[in-house]
């Protein structure tokens, strides 16, 4: 279901305020057809029949949570069945994605070995032994990568006016205790008892009991047990994990020993500023403390109004216990945060309506209840998202992802549940993107009220405060206090200065107490101080561009050996590929024209002149996601000069002036130009081999 | 002498390859008489009077190390000279820059409030009370920096084709002790004995040494005798520092107490990863080691071929003992670093011929070494560097840093004299800008030799070597193991696979060892192995940004107070200012279709539409860098709509049609305009009051 109704999407966005065309130029004719089968197949009433009673079963502990809540049950007794209806609803969830038809799902290590081999990207220090968790972006990741955040800046702090900062990653001690990392940003880990080698304790139980499941010869009882237990353990804390282990005798699975009971394990890096050893401090874990602790100067950089936001692009830190899952949990990587101030009593958005009919995915907590899938919908009729402000980020987010090459079909929103989101929160809607490792959260949107400027104020005795105007003065009784400076000279000689300072303190006081008595004065105030609300969204950059490389992974009908990259080609690495088609020297002087044709307008090209055919060549340069290449042939010499251009996705190909090609490669590559206007304008090349 | 044999060097540049225009557009007439000027008050013959003392002074201890070298005298001694010619060149380059002329010098604390102020960047986590050698960038610092970074990686990744990476600053501590940092990246600590307060041993003895000399009670001789101290202290080792602290009885400036002897501290921050706390590791002092230890990968990549070059930028940590001086001695910070691999006996570059004529400021080891100061010469005919691949990126980096805005009258590149290199360096060049702290290295050039990857290929016993083809065939006897399969099978039965991998390893010989015997056979190879050299530029952005900030720095002629800065358009924060002349709601449509305009050429803008007179709004613009402004006035709104443009800093104006604004603000930033054209082709306006 989820997936018919998604396509819609697809056609909305295209035609919505972000895109320009009716069509997105990757969905050539050939990959349209696959796509489409691929979405009968999800609708097909045997799936539907399979999925229904998981539905149903998830309904029935959603019902059950509403009125134990409206008959105000005691809290434990909620927190069970919330336990319950997660596990429920892990079950619908795993089911739905297995049942995709095989042409959705894709050969992961095939993939995996192109990224590998083309040095997208690899374990980082791997000629030392490697590291886990951490990763080298080669020439060509790291340039999808730069572009990803090219386009992210361009999008948003260009397109909103944001205010971009650049913090440092080292973070002193006090920072963090502040917004509760130190206390509370930990996960659980299990320790063996004689040699002292660490599990994250939830990893450790998944793996033991997946392999109790396998065994043939365990036992049913706890086969089933262990089953249960493998659903609800997002949920677990410290004694439900201790539970688990004690009574299932889990060990440690590298020496057999016994485990110590599970230790919260802070995941901030630590390290220490200067060299006395004593002023501590940490790896950001997130770039969002940067620019809470500078609100103050972003507020006057922005003459005191609010609202506005500061976006900022950064490193952040997690120090994790056993990181898997390649690019998707890494202990080093790339954060693009903005956080939006606003006042609370207000959070409209005056360009809401600019993309109110942007049509997306959204799983709200409501659906999740009630077993539903997720709906398409059009944000501005989502009733469900808490504000203007939070509606219109995830509708820019949704732009965002699709416009670097995510599918669309393969992105949804989902609400935290109450109980997921943390204290403070007010509402939030995770990115998702399905990727071989299921659902992926890539993209935080949240609501984060105005803890983390009060937790700094508090921390700091400093006013993050901003000031609003009432629509009404307000008449208050004040006090004010001045100082008999004669009296006060006498008394503390040259210290009488700082003693006036009570005065200041007092005068400070004037906004929010009502001060009455025998030395006061009515006065009309027009400002009252407000701390801003916070509107965060947060985007994992290496997890997007995991999935981009996934939902852009071909293979060539007919020869799926020949697999190949159709990255869009604005975030593309390079733009084009320049193949001499011998490596006769008559060519030389046309290729070096290509290439400072190409330069002109700043496109990156990559010159391929190595032995091989032209089709070998091709293959190469598809693999690593160029999208357009030029050939210079022998017809190229006639006056004037001429090349081809080739479409990677589509192996099309077109002849045009050499003195053209700059201006046509950059407007393709900026989607002014899509493939088939090309094609039109210029006269179809039918190339020997490919 | 050196600034007016440097003013060629403005003109040559921008007649150069690099340059498109013959005036640089920021040359205005009013500021290019004061620059003049300021040259000519440089070359007088009174100042060349005061320096030629000191010149012979330097020369004549450049003259006997070069005797003791020819005569080989022990080390001691020409260690012992060595430090005398440094001490001596010290105070002939202070008082070449203590001569400049006033025009020349500029107020400090002036520029540095208005950069505090309209937060181009600020102490980090200043409402905790801030921690010095962390700064955060604002919005107009951020901006500046990004787009600094953007055109570095247009001037060398994209231009050059290189190689870009992009590795973790998590680094394993084996990493850092085969390049060395763990054992030698250090400063002298002293340290307070009773409280353990910890000061860097040569600022400690700087900061008493002057305070001693402007004491008007202390002793001359002893006055005499520090200030030779002062001179020799960077040549210092830590017996010299215990011996000045010992005999001048220097105590901790903040107790009394007295000091610990001085004691190595290792810069790098330490921290570790993952949760067993036995996986030491550090944040990288510099990127190059995560290229170094790619380098097999990128070889590959580039399909085996030498030359090629690497870059990355990314972050650098110094845990610096007391750092001061703003931002050009940090603890974090962005660098920009190329290596660049090449054959060790053959360093000539391709593209050398198209550098050949750009001018530089040069400083030789050798003119260093005669008192001489900088000379102004073309690469080309500069025979001093020494290869075509580092003259080449010297020429690269010169052209660089002034399109990112440095003077190129305060540029030069001093060669490191033998004894400043590292053991393994064959030649190094730093581009050193002229700031109000002196001159500041800001890029290094340098031959690193093979020595990193040698280094690593020990470390992990891994081969970090290119193939090159020989130019002739060469015979060689090898022997080649095959192993008796049918034996290795009985007698190790599973395990005769592994035990095979003895023939793989002598294999692997037959390259390096001539190996003749009754069973060797002769072959003919082809290549043979190298390992590469290493040529590396590399960027500290921090320190070239506070360069650019100081020499664009102006104060507005007969209005001293009115600051501004006058920042090329290609890497201004905001390119263009949006003022509508009055709030008048008439005005809105215009102001929107500004916004339209601007936003459809990716052109960063800025809407002033607070109260206050145009003239103050303009200052305000004028203070953060934005090159041009655009006023929306009631002459607007005649059809069709007009508006006019402002350049910042000469402040004329010119009127033009709403629809060519984008086109044209779009030409002036990217240079393809300058401003001269502008006013030819648009006319004039005159505003009433500015």
Not at 301 to 329: H, K, T, Y
Not at 333 to 345: L, Q
Not at 611 to 619: E, L, Q, T
Request: hydrophobic share 40%; charged share 30%.
């Amino acid at each position: 279901m989820l997936f018919e109704i998604a396509l819609q999407t697809v056609i909305a966005v295209n035609k919505g305020p972000g895109g320009k065309k009716s069509v997105a130029p990757r969905f050539t004719k050939k990959s349209h057809v696959k796509l489409s089968e691929y979405l009968r197949n999800m609708a097909t009433p045997e799936i539907e029949a399979q999925l229904a009673p998981l539905r149903t079963a998830v309904k029935e502990y959603g019902d059950l949570i509403r009125t134990l809540k409206a008959n105000g049950a005691p809290k434990m007794d909620i927190d069970k069945a919330v336990l319950e209806l997660k596990a429920r609803k892990k079950k619908l969830e795993e089911t739905e994605v297995s049942l995709a038809p095989k042409e959705a799902s894709f050969d992961r290590l095939k993939l995996e070995d192109l990224l590998k081999r083309r040095f997208f990207y690899d374990q980082s220090f791997s000629i030392y032994g490697g590291v886990t968790g951490l990763y080298d972006f080669g020439p060509m990741g790291c340039a999808l990568k730069a572009n990803m955040l090219h386009e992210w800046r361009k999008h948003f702090v260009l397109e909103e006016g944001m205010l971009e900062v650049d913090c440092t990653s080292l973070t002193p001690e006090p920072v963090l205790k502040a917004s509760g990392h130190v206390d509370r940003f930990a996960d659980w880990m299990v320790k063996d008892v004689k040699t002292g080698e660490c599990f994250r304790a939830d990893h450790l139980i998944k793996n033991a009991a997946e392999k109790v499941i396998l065994d043939k010869k365990a036992d049913e009882t706890m086969k089933t047990e262990l089953r249960d237990v493998l659903a609800r353990l997002e949920g677990f804390d410290d004694k439900d994990m201790l539970e688990v282990i004690t009574k299932y005798n889990f060990k440690s699975p590298t020496t057999g020993n016994d485990l110590t009971p599970p230790i919260a394990f802070n995941l901030m890096f630590p390290s220490q500023i200067g060299p006395t050893g004593d002023f501590k401090a940490f790896l950001r874990p997130e770039t969002a403390q940067g620019i809470f602790v500078n609100f103050k100067r972003l507020l006057e950089f922005n003459q005191g109004r609010l609202p506005f936001a500061a976006a900022q692009i950064g490193l952040g830190f997690r120090n994790e216990i056993s990181p898997r899952q390649g690019l998707i949990r890494v202990r080093e990587f790339t954060m693009c945060e903005i956080e939006h101030f606003v006042d609370p009593s207000d959070k409209s958005h005056p360009k809401f309506r600019k993309v109110s009919s942007c049509a997306m995915v959204l799983l709200s907590a409501c659906n999740q209840m009630d077993g539903q899938s997720a709906q398409s919908i059009t944000i501005g009729e989502a009733g469900v998202v808490a504000n203007e402000t939070l509606g219109y980020y995830m509708a820019r987010t949704h732009m965002y992802l699709v416009k670097v090459g995510v599918d669309p079909r393969r992105l949804r929103f989902r609400q935290h549940l109450n109980n997921e989101m943390a204290h403070y929160a007010q509402d939030c809607w995770d990115a998702e993107i399905l990727t071989s490792y299921g659902w992926i959260e890539c993209v935080g949107n949240a609501d984060r009220s105005c803890y983390d400027l009060k937790q700094h104020s508090r921390a700091t005795n400093t006013k993050l405060v901003a000031e609003k105007k009432l629509s009404e003065p307000r008449a208050i009784d004040i006090v004010e206090a001045l100082a008999n400076m004669t009296i006060l000279g006498k008394e503390f000689k040259k210290d009488a200065k700082k003693v006036n300072l009570l005065g200041t303190l007092l005068k400070a006081l004037k906004y929010q107490k009502n001060i009455s008595g025998p030395n006061s004065t009515c006065s009309n105030v027009h400002v009252e101080e407000i701390t801003p609300s916070v509107i965060e969204p947060s985007f994992g950059i290496g997890r997007v561009m995991y999935a981009v490389l996934e939902h852009s992974f071909r293979q060539r009908e007919g020869d799926e050996q020949r697999t190949f990259l159709a990255l869009r080609p604005l975030v593309a690495p390079i733009k084009c590929s320049v193949l001499p088609i011998s490596a006769n020297e008559r060519l030389n002087p046309i290729i070096e024209a290509v290439r400072e044709e190409l330069s002109k307008y700043d496109l990156s090209y990559r010159v391929d002149d190595s032995a091989g055919s032209i089709g070998r060549r091709y293959a190469r340069t598809d693999e690593i996601g160029i999208p357009f290449g030029v050939t210079v042939d022998f017809e190229s010499e006639k006056k004037p000069w001429t090349v081809t251009l080739r479409h990677a996705e589509s192996m099309e190909q077109i002849r045009l002036d050499l003195t053209e090609l700059g201006c046509v490669v950059s407007a393709l590559v900026s989607e002014r130009m899509d493939w088939t206007m090309a094609q039109q304008k210029y006269p179809r090349f039918e190339a020997k081999s490919d």
